[in-house]
C-alpha cells in the first residue's frame, strides 16, 4: 500500500512539472522540483488533503503561465541577485492613492515627484474592493480582485506597477489574509445558510463555544468592538470577528480557504506587485483555549506562501506585519534554510523612539536597538517614525519597571505628553481606542505634529519651529541609521500636520487614526524650493540625508551595527563598521545641549551632513541635534 501511494505522488508530480515544462524553458519545473517534497509535506501536515494538494500545484502552473514576460524576466534578476532588496539605496514611502493623487493613474502622473522625493519603493495603501462605511480603512475587503471603484480597476494598477518598473520603483500592497467583509461572495453566501461557505468561517449556533475562545483570547479593540465574536440575529449564529464586526475570521482548517487566498495571492502578484504585505499574520490560525495569536500553524501557512511564491513568482518579496513584543516578530522570518517573511516592521522601536522623545532618556531604546542589531544580518527590518495606524505603547515594561515606570501610569504620561498635556510638550494629536477601565489607548498624530511643528505654526513662533524641525531631522537621521529600509509616511518629507477635517465625515469621525490619514496638500509641495519655508528647509534636510546614506557604504545591511554609551541619557550613540570605514553616529533626545562622552579610537572624523573636520571625543551635541561622524 505504501509503495503504491508514493508511486501515485511522483506520478502526479512529474505530470504537473512535464505540463508546464513543455511551456516554457524549465525554469518552473526547476522550482517546483526544488520545493515539490516540502510544499507536500507542509500541506499535508495541516490538510492531509491529497486531492486538494494536487489542485493548488496544477493552479500554480497555471499562475505561472499567465505571468507576464517582463514579471518573469526581473524574476530571473532577482534569483540571480537574492540580496537585490538589501541596498543602502533603498527608501521607502506609504501613501494612500486617493489622498496622494485621488486614482491609481493620478499616482503615475506623480511618480516624478517620488523620484525626487528618491523614493523607489512605494507602499499603496488598501485599494481594494470595500464596503463604503464598513472598511476599516481598507482592510474589509469584499474582492480580492477588484480595486474600488474611486481609484481605478485592475488594468490602471497594472499601468501603473509597469510605470514604477521602469523608473527603478518598486509597489507594495496589503493582503488581507485573516478576515473578509462581510459583504465578500462567501460571506454572503454563509449569511444564507450554505454550509460549504459557513465552513469557510467561524459559526456557532449558540454561545457556547464563543465563551470559551474568549476566556483566552484577548480583544483588539476593547473600546469600539468588544469581544471577538457577533451575533448575528437573522442567521442565529455567532461569527468570529476578531477586529471589527465586519470583518469576518477566515477558517484556515479549512483547505480551500488556504487554496483560494493562495489564488488570490498569485493574482495580485501577477498584477506587477513586488512587495506583498500580510496584515495581521499572527491571527491567522484559531485554536481553542490559546490566545488564537502566533501558533505554530501561522509559521506553516507563512513558509507555504514562501514556496509558492519561490515557486511562481521569486521575485516577489513577503513583507510580515505583525505588531507584537520583539521576541515574538523574530520568529517570523523563519531560519536561514526555512525562511518565512523576507522583510518585518520594527514596531518594538518605533513606539520606543517617541518614548524616548517624551523622556529625553535613550536608555531603554539603546537596549532595544542592541537587541535589534545583534539579530542575524539576513534580517532586515522596515524602519519607520510613522505609518498609518495608531501608535500602541507595547514597551518593554519590565525595564521600565526597574527605574521606577509603573506600565499604566507610564502608558498615560506618554499619551498626555504626545497630546501636549505634560512634560513640557509641544506635540499635538489625539488618543484612539481609549479604554477608560484599563487605562489603556493609543496614539494619533502625524511625526510634524508630534515634533511640535503644527503647535509652532499655529503661534507663529519661528523658535519654537525651528526647534521643531530640528527635532523631526534629527528622528529621521538616527531612522536612516538603523539597519533595513527607511520608509517615510506621505507627507511626513514637507511637514504635513494633522487633519482634523476627518470629524466632519460620518464615515470617519468615530476613528480618530484618520487624524494622521489627511490628504496630501499639493500646494505645499510647491514650496520645497523655497529654503526658507518650514517645506523647503526639512525637504532639504531630508534629502540631503538619503544622499548621504546612499553614497556611504557604511550604511549597507552588511554593516556591523552598535551602540556605545554616551553617558549622558539623553544622548545615543550608534557606530556602524564596513571594512576600514567607521560612522559615529550622535543624537541628542534632550532640547538642550548635551555632551556625549565618547572617545573613539584616534584618529580624525569628519561630520558628513556639514563637511567640517571634527574629533570624536567628548562631542558637544546641540538640542535635538545629532552627528554623522564618518572616519577619515
Same mark, same amino acid.
Given at each position: 500500500?505504501?509503495?503504491?501511494?508514493?508511486?501515485?505522488?511522483?506520478? $502526479?508530480?512529474?505530470?504537473?512539472?512535464?505540463?508546464?515544462?513543455?511551456?516554457? %524553458?524549465?525554469?518552473?519545473?526547476?522550482?517546483?522540483?526544488?520545493?515539490?517534497?516540502?510544499?507536500?509535506?507542509?500541506?499535508?501536515?495541516?490538510?492531509?488533503?491529497?486531492?486538494?494538494?494536487?489542485?493548488?500545484?496544477? *493552479?500554480?502552473?497555471?499562475?505561472?503561465?499567465?505571468?507576464?514576460?517582463?514579471?518573469?524576466?526581473?524574476?530571473?534578476?532577482?534569483?540571480?541577485?537574492?540580496?537585490?532588496?538589501?541596498?543602502?539605496?533603498?527608501?521607502?514611502?506609504?501613501?494612500?492613492?486617493?489622498?496622494?493623487?485621488? %486614482?491609481?493613474?493620478?499616482?503615475?502622473?506623480?511618480? /516624478?515627484?517620488?523620484?525626487?522625493? *528618491? &523614493?523607489? +519603493?512605494?507602499?499603496?495603501?488598501?485599494?481594494?474592493?470595500t464596503p463604503k462605511g464598513r472598511s476599516d480603512g481598507g482592510y474589509a475587503v469584499s474582492d480580492f480582485r477588484k480595486v474600488q471603484k474611486k481609484l481605478g480597476t485592475m488594468e490602471d494598477l497594472e499601468g501603473l506597477t509597469a510605470a514604477c518598473h521602469e523608473k527603478g520603483i518598486r509597489v507594495c500592497m496589503d493582503f488581507v489574509m485573516n478576515h473578509t467583509s462581510e459583504d465578500h461572495e462567501w460571506a454572503v453566501k454563509a449569511r444564507e445558510g450554505d454550509g460549504e461557505y459557513m465552513s469557510r468561517y467561524f459559526f456557532f449556533e449558540n454561545s457556547y463555544i464563543p465563551s470559551l475562545y474568549e476566556n483566552t483570547v484577548p480583544q483588539v479593540f476593547p473600546t469600539t468592538a468588544p469581544g471577538n465574536f457577533t451575533w448575528l440575529p437573522e442567521q442565529k449564529h455567532f461569527v468570529m470577528t476578531s477586529f471589527y464586526p465586519y470583518q469576518w475570521d477566515l477558517n484556515y482548517k479549512n483547505p480551500r480557504v488556504f487554496n483560494e487566498m493562495m489564488y488570490n495571492f498569485l493574482y495580485l502578484a501577477n498584477r506587477g506587485i513586488d512587495v506583498i504585505r500580510i496584515d495581521a499574520v499572527p491571527y491567522i490560525w484559531k485554536e481553542l483555549n490559546t490566545q488564537c495569536r502566533?501558533?505554530?500553524?501561522?509559521? %506553516?501557512? &507563512?513558509?507555504?506562501?514562501?514556496?509558492?511564491?519561490?515557486?511562481?513568482?521569486?521575485?516577489?518579496?513577503?513583507?510580515?506585519?505583525? &505588531?507584537?513584543?520583539?521576541?515574538? @516578530?523574530t520568529p517570523y522570518f523563519g531560519t536561514v534554510e526555512k525562511p518565512e517573511c523576507h522583510m518585518l516592521y520594527n514596531v518594538t522601536t518605533m513606539a520606543t523612539t517617541w518614548h524616548t522623545v517624551a523622556t529625553r532618556d535613550v536608555s531603554l531604546l539603546k537596549k532595544q536597538l542592541d537587541t535589534v542589531f545583534n539579530l542575524p544580518r539576513e534580517y532586515l527590518f522596515l524602519n519607520y517614525l510613522r505609518c498609518h495606524d495608531d501608535i500602541g505603547w507595547g514597551l518593554d515594561y519590565g525595564t521600565l519597571a526597574q527605574n521606577g515606570m509603573e506600565e499604566r501610569a507610564h502608558k498615560k504620561y506618554l499619551n498626555d505628553y504626545f497630546q501636549g498635556y505634560a512634560g513640557e510638550s509641544n506635540s499635538r494629536g489625539e488618543l484612539y481606542n481609549a479604554d477608560p477601565i484599563t487605562g489603556d489607548a493609543r496614539f494619533c498624530g502625524t511625526t510634524a505634529s508630534m515634533c511640535g511643528i503644527e503647535k509652532a505654526g499655529f503661534e507663529q513662533d519661528d523658535a519654537a519651529m525651528e526647534r521643531a524641525i530640528r527635532l523631526d531631522v534629527m528622528l529621521h537621521a538616527y531612522m536612516f541609521v538603523q539597519s533595513?529600509?527607511? @520608509?517615510?509616511?506621505?507627507?511626513?518629507? $514637507?511637514?504635513?500636520?494633522?487633519? +482634523? /477635517? +476627518?470629524?466632519?465625515?460620518?464615515?470617519?469621525?468615530?476613528?480618530?487614526?484618520?487624524?494622521? !490619514?489627511?490628504?496630501?496638500?499639493?500646494?505645499? %509641495?510647491?514650496?520645497?524650493?523655497?529654503?526658507? /519655508?518650514?517645506?523647503? *528647509?526639512?525637504?532639504? !534636510?531630508?534629502?540631503?540625508?538619503?544622499?548621504?546614506?546612499?553614497r556611504e557604504k557604511v550604511f549597507g545591511s552588511d554593516a556591523s551595527v552598535h551602540t556605545a554609551e554616551t553617558w549622558d541619557r539623553s544622548v545615543l550613540c550608534v557606530e556602524r563598521c564596513f571594512g576600514k570605514e567607521k560612522l559615529v553616529a550622535l543624537f541628542n533626545f534632550s532640547e538642550t545641549e548635551k555632551t556625549a562622552w565618547i572617545e573613539a579610537e584616534d584618529g580624525e572624523y569628519l561630520d558628513l551632513v556639514s563637511g567640517q573636520p571634527m574629533r570624536a571625543k567628548d562631542v558637544k551635541v546641540p538640542g535635538y541635534g545629532f552627528y554623522y561622524l564618518k572616519k577619515r
Open positions: 500500500m505504501g509503495k503504491k501511494k508514493k508511486k501515485k505522488k511522483e506520478v $502526479i508530480k512529474e505530470g504537473i512539472i512535464q505540463a508546464v515544462a513543455a511551456e516554457d %524553458t524549465g525554469e518552473f519545473a526547476r522550482r517546483f522540483e526544488a520545493y515539490h517534497d516540502e510544499l507536500r509535506w507542509l500541506y499535508m501536515e495541516l490538510y492531509d488533503n491529497g486531492s486538494m494538494f494536487a489542485e493548488l500545484c496544477d *493552479r500554480l502552473g497555471q499562475f505561472y503561465r499567465e505571468r507576464s514576460a517582463a514579471l518573469k524576466e526581473s524574476d530571473r534578476k532577482r534569483e540571480a541577485d537574492p540580496g537585490w532588496y538589501k541596498q543602502n539605496d533603498m527608501l521607502g514611502m506609504m501613501l494612500y492613492i486617493d489622498n496622494f493623487a485621488g %486614482t491609481l493613474n493620478g499616482v503615475k502622473e506623480k511618480l /516624478s515627484y517620488l523620484e525626487q522625493c *528618491r &523614493v523607489n +519603493y512605494i507602499h499603496l495603501m488598501p485599494f481594494l474592493e502566533n501558533l505554530p500553524q501561522v509559521h %506553516t501557512i &507563512v513558509r507555504l506562501m514562501r514556496i509558492i511564491s519561490e515557486i511562481v513568482c521569486p521575485g516577489i518579496l513577503l513583507l510580515g506585519e505583525v &505588531v507584537m513584543e520583539p521576541e515574538k @516578530v533595513g529600509i527607511p @520608509v517615510l509616511y506621505s507627507g511626513d518629507e $514637507i511637514g504635513q500636520v494633522n487633519d +482634523y /477635517s +476627518y470629524k466632519e465625515d460620518p464615515d470617519k469621525a468615530g476613528d480618530s487614526r484618520y487624524l494622521h !490619514r489627511g490628504a496630501l496638500d499639493w500646494d505645499l %509641495t510647491a514650496r520645497i524650493s523655497d529654503k526658507n /519655508s518650514v517645506q523647503g *528647509r526639512l525637504f532639504d !534636510r531630508l534629502g540631503q540625508l538619503e544622499e548621504i546614506r546612499r
